[in-house]
Each structure stands twice: as C-alpha cells, then as structure tokens.
C-alpha cells in the first residue's frame, strides 16, 4: 500500500499536534505575541501549505546535513533528533559506508537501538557546518525558503514543527502498519527554485523527496524512510544546497 503525505491524515494531525504545543512567536513589526495556526488548504498565490511543506524542507535539511564532512568519516554516524522535555529519540538518520563499493548509504530510522554503538552521534540542535557556516534550523530554513519563499524567524517554533513532523511521521507508520505488507508514505514536495506557477502547475511539479515505510515482522514494526535519488546525491556530496 502507497499513499502520498498529503493526501493523508497526516496535513490534519499535523495541525493538531503543532496547535496542542501552542507555539508562539513576536510579530516584528508590532511587538505583537503571536500563536502559530497551520493552514490546511494550499495558499491560492504561492501553492504553499503549512500543513505538508514543513516535511519537504525537513527532508531536505537531513539531506544537506548529511553532506557535511563530519558525516564523511567513513564509520557509522548518526544525525539524531530528541523530545525536548525528556531527551528521548525520537528519529535519527544514519550515515554507512561501504568500503568495498565506496559508497555511502543513508536511513531513517524511529527505532532508538540503532543508534547504540555508534561513535559520531551529533544532536540536530548542536550541528554545525563549519564550512557553510550553516545549523540545522538554517538548512531546515533554507530549504522552506528555496521552495516556498517562506522562512521561519523563531527558531523555537521551527523546532516544535520539526518535532512535531517526525512524531506524525512515526505515529501514521505504527498506526498503518499491516502484518506481511510493507506500507509506504511517499513524502513529495517542490524542491525547485520558488516560482509563481498555477495550481495545476504546482501540482505537476511535486516530486517524492523520501519514502517512509514500515512493514510489521514477527510483531515487530520495522520503520525507515529513504530519501529519493537526487536527495541521496545532495546527502553524498555530488549537490550542494540545490545549487
């Protein structure tokens, strides 16, 4: 079974979730506080969505992140992401490396064990490229701007969106897991340089950037996601920030 993010109940849990923490932010020009409200339907001029966008730009980011040499060690890393109330793993993307094939490979994984073991542990909240100067946040930024011509000023909203994502990522897997069936999420986006475009255009130019699945093995919920094949070139090197 295959269903696409967007067409899911993901966009309406999503919103839930992100209102339930009631993150707030201060208008720039007013002073006003502000609490964040996610829109269901797509913006009529821009095609944005704040209910599906932020998975696109999240995937995106993992991708860039991956493309930093501390990533290139040629052991297991691993780029992980926690609660914030509990420091519990909630995901982690997983970098090995074949020696023989001279490769790297990258997975997404919910599963906390996997993680165990490996030396190059980096928190999402403290990595940093030294080379493009660059944190997660701004990658996450940069790819929702590149996109959606949208930036998220309050770091500490992006952070409850980004949790909230991969939280409602992990509860539609468990939840659709079926025994002896691999059950797909295909996470598509517009990963081009923003453009005024209509919405039968918009719709035409959407390409999966990740596939997350889960397929139930002895009782056991096995989920990852992949990202898509030019999201694994940026993740090895070979593109650079969409340049």
């Known amino acids: 079974m295959s269903t696409i993010l967007r067409n899911s109940t993901i966009p309406a849990a999503f919103k839930y979730k992100v209102e339930e923490k009631a993150p707030t932010f201060v208008h720039p020009a007013t002073g006003e506080t502000i ?5 269901l339907n797509p913006d009529p ?3 944005g969505n704040s209910s599906v966008d932020t998975f696109g730009a999240l995937m995106m ?3 860039n992140a991956m493309a930093s040499q501390q990533f ?4 297991k890393s691993a780029l992980v992401f926690n609660k914030a109330d509990n420091g519990e793993i909630i995901a982690a993307v997983i970098s090995s490396y074949d020696e023989e094939g001279e490769n790297y490979f990258y997975n997404f994984t919910f599963n906390p064990e996997d993680v165990k073991g490996i030396k190059n542990v980096v928190n999402y909240k403290d990595f940093v490229d ?4 660059i944190t997660f946040p701004q990658l996450v930024n940069a790819a929702y701007c590149a996109a959606h011509n949208i930036a998220i000023s309050d770091y500490n909203v992006l952070d409850v969106l980004i949790i909230s994502a991969l939280e409602c990522i992990y509860q539609w897997l468990d939840t659709n897991a079926k025994d002896g069936e691999v059950v797909e999420l295909v996470i598509d986006d ?6 005024k475009m209509t919405a039968e255009q918009y719709q035409a130019a959407l390409v999966p950037v990740a596939i997350a699945t889960v ?5 056991v919920k096995k989920m990852s996601i992949q990202f898509s094949e030019e999201l ?3 993740a090895k090197g070979s593109n650079d920030m969409q340049s």
Request: charged letters at 35%; aromatic letters at 6%; glycine letters at 6%.
């Open 215 to 219: 397929e139930t093995v002895k009782d």
């Open 45 to 47: 001029v821009s095609n």
């Open 130 to 133: 030294e080379q493009r100067n």
């Open 190 to 195: 517009y990963i081009g340089r923003y453009d």
């Open 35 to 39: 609490q964040v409200q996610i829109g």
């Open 61 to 63: 980011a993992c991708a």
């Open 72 to 75: 290139k060690n040629k052991d």
């Open 232 to 234: 694994k070139a940026i």
